[in-house]
């Protein structure tokens, strides 16, 4: 089982709708969430840090459920240039590295 | 957000050659540096961490002869692919780790590396 697993896709979404991704993690010792956009042969940005209470910024809004190990993003009135690979990184209590799922490909559709 | 830049952004060299990498944190200071590498359509993959003043720690299957790291001060770090052959064409992506509650990692726009 990989430590980080997210659906692959591909998301085709009408421009102006809601979308919704998962993730789940396998190490209950993680400590830090994270979601961050790659676009194509680009370096991924970070979009938002995951908070334990959950947080929200702007149309973007991520939650951690750590009973069931998992973090969620949602995208409301998505954009054309929200088009990108979202991935999900996690940090492990006293580990730097981050580990990195295999990224969910959205594609916004005009 | 934190600024890391990464030169060269493109790099074309024959095989046998060595290509050097450099990752710098422009608005920060860290001491802790990544080295990942990626394959088209796969994942990032981390290579090595890049520790200030300290030997990097590589990740296993990942030559250190081959990919030479040096991270002399708080604010640059260098990867050096050494006698570079055609399977070492890739992404190279380095990141910088910002000291915070939640540690977040700030990568450079990356190096593609093709080796003829």
């Known amino acids: 089982r990989k430590e980080v697993e997210q659906d692959p896709g591909p998301f085709n979404v009408p421009e102006g709708a809601t979308v919704a991704f998962n993730c789940t993690y396998s190490?209950?010792?993680?400590?830090?969430f994270f979601w961050y956009r790659q676009d194509c042969r680009k370096e991924p940005k970070l979009l938002m840090s995951?908070?334990?209470s959950g947080n929200e910024d702007g149309r973007f809004t991520a939650q951690l459920n750590r009973a069931s190990q998992y973090i969620s993003l949602l995208i409301r009135d998505s954009k054309l240039s929200d088009s990108a690979t979202y991935l999900c990184?996690?940090?492990?209590?006293?580990?730097?590295?981050?580990?990195f799922g295999t990224g969910t490909r959205l594609t916004i559709i005009p | 957000g934190a600024v890391v830049s990464q030169h060269p952004s493109r790099v074309i060299c024959k095989s046998g050659t060595s290509v050097k990498i450099e990752c710098r944190s422009l608005?920060?200071?860290?001491?802790?540096m990544f080295w990942y590498r990626q394959f088209p359509k796969q994942s990032l993959m981390l290579m090595a961490t890049?520790?200030?003043?300290?030997?990097?720690?590589?990740e296993q299957g990942v030559e250190k002869d081959k990919f030479l790291i040096n991270h002399a001060s708080l604010t640059l770090s260098t990867l050096t692919v050494t006698s570079a052959h055609p399977e070492d064409s890739s992404f190279y992506i380095c990141?910088?780790?910002?000291?915070?509650?939640?540690?977040?990692?700030?990568f450079g726009p990356g190096t593609r590396l093709t080796v003829l």
């Open positions: 990141s910088a780790r910002r000291t915070s509650e939640y540690n977040e990692q700030f």
């Open positions: 190490n209950s010792a993680s400590q830090s």
């Open positions: 995951v908070y334990s």
């Open positions: 990184v996690v940090n492990y209590f006293g580990n730097e590295k981050l580990t």
């Open positions: 608005d920060f200071q860290a001491t802790t």
């Open positions: 890049s520790n200030e003043g300290s030997k990097a720690t590589y």
